[in-house]
């Protein structure tokens, strides 16, 4: 397992979500992103992607859904606070939870835009 880790000071959190994760907020000692999504098959998608990358990261979040939406929180237990680990792992969700790949050109086009029947994500 990984060394301890030291809880940032509440300030630095702040200043760093504005700078490096400007959808995430601080509230309650967590870091958390709300995503919005257009339906059950989104917001399970949305959860499965999470759970995939804090499985391979170790690191674990809390995680509330709806119809519409899904909620991620991220606290370093061990640390009763934010770390560097929190960053990462929300930079990396952040990354691949809002990937649009048509919007990159080449041959991975995306979902079709003009029909909400494969909508799934709402993107910021």
């Given at each position: 397992m990984s060394k301890e880790e030291k809880a940032l000071p509440e300030n630095e959190v702040v200043e760093r979500l504005g700078r490096e994760l400007p959808h995430w907020r601080?509230?309650?000692g967590w870091i958390r992103r709300?995503?919005?999504?257009?339906?059950?098959?989104?917001t399970l998608m949305v959860i499965n992607t999470v759970g995939h990358l804090a499985e391979a990261a170790w690191h674990h979040p809390d995680i509330a859904a709806s119809y519409a939406w899904v909620e991620?929180?991220?606290?370093?237990?061990?640390?009763?606070?934010?770390?560097d680990k929190d960053f990462d792992l929300a930079k990396k969700i952040e990354e691949v939870v809002g990937w649009r790949p048509?919007?990159?050109?080449?041959?991975?086009e995306g979902t079709p835009e003009t029909d909400q029947r494969f909508a799934y994500i709402k993107y910021d």
């Amino acid at each position: 397992m990984s060394k301890e880790e030291k809880a940032l000071p509440e300030n630095e959190v702040v200043e760093r979500l504005g700078r490096e994760l400007p959808h995430w907020r601080y509230e309650n000692g967590w870091i958390r992103r709300r995503y919005k999504t257009h339906s059950w098959k989104g917001t399970l998608m949305v959860i499965n992607t999470v759970g995939h990358l804090a499985e391979a990261a170790w690191h674990h979040p809390d995680i509330a859904a709806s119809y519409a939406w899904v909620e991620v929180k991220l606290m370093t237990h061990t640390a009763k606070g934010i770390t560097d680990k929190d960053f990462d792992l929300a930079k990396k969700i952040e990354e691949v939870v809002g990937w649009r790949p048509g919007k990159e050109g080449g041959p991975l086009e995306g979902t079709p835009e003009t029909d909400q029947r494969f909508a799934y994500i709402k993107y910021d």
